[in-house]
Structures are given as C-alpha cells and as structure tokens.
C-alpha cells in the first residue's frame, strides 16, 4: 500500500506542476527527495507501487509530474519529479538544515534543564492498542494524555512528534553532562583546597 509519505508528495506535486490537460502553469520538472522518516532507523520498504530508483538522481531532469521512485535507503527518502521542491512547501515534515528555520534560539543551560527535567519526568508505560490482538507484545512509549503541552506531542494533540522526543532525550543527556562536569570541577576544587590544607598542617 502506497505510504502517507508517498502520498503526501504526490498530492504537493499535483498542486506545483498544474492540471494534466496543459491548463495549468508550466514548470520545470526535476527529481527532489523527500524528507523520509523524522528518524533514520532501518529501510521499511519495498513499497506498492513505487519502483526502485535506477538512473534517477537528485536534482536531474524528469518528464512525468508526481512520479515517484524509492532510494532505499535507512530513512525511507524517495525521489520525486516535480517543478519545486516539496520539502520547501509549508506543512512539511521536521528538517533540520538553518534555510528551512526562523526564529532559531539556543537553549540557555537553565532551559535545557527544564527540558531534561520534563524528559525525566515522563511516565513511561506499557499498553496495546484496542485493535491488537490478545496476545500481541506489550507496547512501550509514553501516554499523550498525560502531557498534552509535551514538545513530543504533535501540533495536532493526537501523534507523537518524534523529532521532538528525540531532542529531549538529547537534552536530558546533555543537561546530565553539564551537572556531571560541575560536579568534577567542584571535586577537583575540594581536593586543591584539601591538598594545601595538608601541606600547610602535616599530619603528626
């Protein structure tokens, strides 16, 4: 079955290459990939009705609007003929290159340990959906309902926002290295001091 992925792209090609009759605006067609998973993990496919890329490359000439062809790769990236990139249209998905961002701000150390502060405090828990079967493996993950504000929740309150899970977890780790290494500093200090104490009173 075609993925949503898929689906999306073709719809946004539809929409930049104009009507099939020649109405529409006339462009020039080019292979773009499309963003892939929020996380790269393992190739997913082979998927229905999306042959593998042969000659096709990105950034080349194509003839067909909203062809499609899979790149097979750990992100599941698949190219697509179309007169503008789709990963530039609004409602995209999560891409992390400066061009496609406004507003860019660093946390602030007091920041990323509230961020990681709120990853620690996330109730983990154990669940199947209503339509596994009896005997299905447990589930693992966290419940939307219990942190709905949650940067790991999507805009639309009903999916888990990966890309956000996955930047808390960076900054609890972070925000743990950053007290580990004020820790070591301040050992480091209070055995300087004990070190001169004991220089300057010797033990009898």
Known sequence: MRTARTAWAVAVVAVLAGCADGTGPTTTLAWYSTCGDPVCNTYSGP??????????????????????CDLEN???QQL?????????QTGGCPISLRRYKRDVHYLTPD??????????????????YLWDAGDAPPRLGFVID????????A??????DVYGLA??????VQAQQAEL??????????EARLATVEARCPAP
Do not use: I, Y
């Not at 042969?54 to 194509?62: D, F, H, N, V, Y």
């Not at 697509?80 to 530039?88: I, L, Q, R, S, W």
């Open 47 to 68: 998927f229905d009705g999306v042959p593998v890329c042969a000659s096709e490359s990105e950034g080349a000439s194509c003839d067909v609007a909203g062809a499609t």
């Open 155 to 160: 805009a639309d309150g009903q999916h888990v």
């Open 111 to 128: 920041e990323l340990g509230r961020v990681g502060q709120a990853t620690r405090s996330l109730r983990l828990a154990t669940w199947r």
């Open 167 to 172: 930047s808390m977890a960076v900054a609890a």
């Open 80 to 88: 697509v003929c179309a007169g503008e990139d789709p990963k530039d």
């Open 181 to 190: 290494d004020a820790l070591r500093a301040r050992t480091v200090e209070l």
């Open 74 to 76: 750990d992100c599941n």
């Open 146 to 153: 219990d942190d709905p504000t949650s940067p790991a929740v």
